[in-house]
């Protein structure tokens, strides 16, 4: 079964998500933000989810986590919990 390892920041507005995108694309440390914006509880770890299992996640963050490039910050994603940036750390 593919298993992957992410990170990432779950804000409420898209707007939000897209800004924090901006700041991470102009060089600010995606583990930073996500400590001080993070809506998740993963937020206090930068957004670390650990490694988990293709289907654990919901639908939406799992197309992106097992389909999308690798070492890439992904978002916004919307889902059932709000707006997701996504940073895939590996996958097999």
């Not at 298993?3 to 583990?31: M, P, W, Y």
């Amino acid at each position: 079964m593919p298993r992957a390892r992410a990170r990432h920041i779950l804000v409420n507005s898209e707007q939000q998500c897209e800004e924090l995108k901006n700041q991470i694309e102009t060089g600010a440390d995606f583990a930073s933000l996500a400590r001080d914006h993070s809506q998740c509880p993963s937020g206090k770890q930068g957004g670390d989810l650990g490694e988990f299992n293709q289907g654990q996640m919901v639908r939406e963050f799992d197309e992106v986590v097992f389909n999308a490039d690798v070492g890439k910050v992904h978002g916004p994603v919307k889902t059932q919990f709000g707006y997701h940036l996504i940073e895939i750390t590996s996958r097999d």
